[in-house]
């Protein structure tokens, strides 16, 4: 009983974590272009194509980071590599509200993409303090966390940036060093020294994060979550100009929008997770997410008008559901010493999608308005997508069959 009131408590933190570290992202998004559009003078072209690097950069840095930081929780712990993110983004982010000039500002991008790479980290407690049946719900809650503070920080910003352009920073900096200020006193280890592995460089980077999942036979798996992240941004790049372009959305309807999904993915992640995949397990639920998104994106590419569109919400928020049972799925084949690498390889194909979805996509929607404008047919973005999630069934439908490899993941637990 003890045992699980602690658990308890440590998965509170890591989901207070990851909540504190997406609502102080959100806060800053925005702002950034608005200040970087002050350092440029008024230049808003030439602040648009400087804040596009600033995302590719941060993207890159979480690419390469990610696998370093997981290596370093299964050498070192959990707690050390949590809470020096948490203080590092602090600390970071008071770097950005005294950014004297636009390269001081570029350097903190960079910071953030690094320190924010530990979320492979978390990912790795979680599978630490959690049995194999109920990991899927604590992702899915941990999914909702990310939600939560997407959906809220934003909106802080933009309250903040109305006073200040600098105010949004100094919030995120406050969130981010009281949290670890939290954490240091408050969470406990999760990883023992006896299922500790040694640091390897070989290991800690993106080409040996490969080989560590072709070493489990998890590539198949990992190229059917990389289809699916790749799918899923998607609707970040393009949605906002596809709304303008076939339904003239405003700004505002846009974000009421975007704020209809957020809610509907929160009680898809925190509330409907753990009992879809304890009702049906972590293979029918990944299918039905894989599905869910196809329809989804299939509906918001087609729908003739705005009202039809919204139909789409639903199924969107149920394709969440692919996320936590990947995750559940793949923490099974690996043993406890190799969580956090897990995690750091999965998150460094993410970074791969979050770099490559931006120039994909918005190339398609620029072709399909423009040379391809005669087939009427400016959802092309999400149909790529749902092409997309259709071959990420098919690969995870093939990679979890009865013949799955062993379950690693309690050994020494």
Do not use: C
């Amino acid at each position: 009983m003890r045992r699980a009131r602690g658990s308890r408590a440590a998965f509170a933190f890591i989901f207070v974590t990851v909540f504190l570290d997406m609502l102080a992202i959100g806060i800053i998004l925005p702002i950034l272009p608005e200040l970087i559009v002050q350092f440029r003078g008024g230049d808003t072209a030439s602040a648009a194509g400087i804040y596009g690097w600033f995302g590719t950069v941060w993207a890159a840095m979480q690419f390469v980071f990610s696998p370093v930081l997981g290596s370093l929780s299964d050498r070192f712990g959990r707690r050390k590599v949590v809470l020096l993110s948490n203080f590092g983004l602090g600390a970071d982010y008071v770097l950005m509200a005294l950014a004297p000039s636009l390269e001081w500002l570029f350097v903190g991008r960079v910071i953030s993409g690094i320190t924010s790479a530990s979320f492979s980290a978390a990912a790795a407690y979680i599978s630490d303090i959690t049995t194999p049946e109920e990991r899927a719900g604590k992702f899915g809650m941990l999914g909702a966390a990310f939600a939560v503070g997407f959906i809220i920080g934003p909106t802080i910003g933009g309250v903040l940036g109305q006073a200040n352009l600098r105010a949004p920073f100094w919030a995120a900096a406050a969130l981010s060093l009281l949290n670890f200020a939290y954490g240091f006193f408050i969470l406990p280890e999760s990883l023992p020294r006896a299922r500790r592995s040694p640091f390897r460089w070989r290991r800690a980077n993106p080409v040996g994060a490969i080989h560590l999942l072709r070493a489990h036979g998890l590539l198949p798996l990992a190229g059917a979550g990389f289809l699916s992240m790749l799918a899923h941004d998607s609707m970040p790049t393009t949605f906002v100009l596809y709304a303008d372009y076939r339904y003239r959305w405003t700004a505002k309807d846009v974000g009421l929008v975007l704020g209809a999904v957020g809610v509907a993915s929160l009680i898809v992640q925190g509330g409907l997770v753990g009992r879809i995949v304890g009702a049906i397990g972590e293979r029918r639920a990944l299918a039905l997410g894989f599905s869910a998104g196809v329809v989804g994106t299939t509906i918001a590419a087609l729908a003739p008008t705005g009202a039809l569109f919204l139909t789409a919400i639903p199924f969107i928020a149920l394709y969440g559901l692919w996320t936590p049972s990947l995750q559940s799925v793949m923490t099974r084949r690996v043993g406890a010493d190799e969580q956090g690498q897990l995690q750091g390889a999965t998150a460094s194909l993410n970074g791969i999608a979050n770099m490559a979805a931006p120039v994909v996509f918005t190339q398609i929607f620029a072709l399909a308005v423009d040379r391809f404008r005669t087939l009427d047919l400016p959802g092309a973005p999400f149909l790529a997508a749902a092409a997309l999630l259709v071959a990420a069934l098919v690969v995870g439908l093939r990679a979890t069959r009865a013949t799955a490899r062993p379950d690693f993941s309690s050994v020494s637990r």
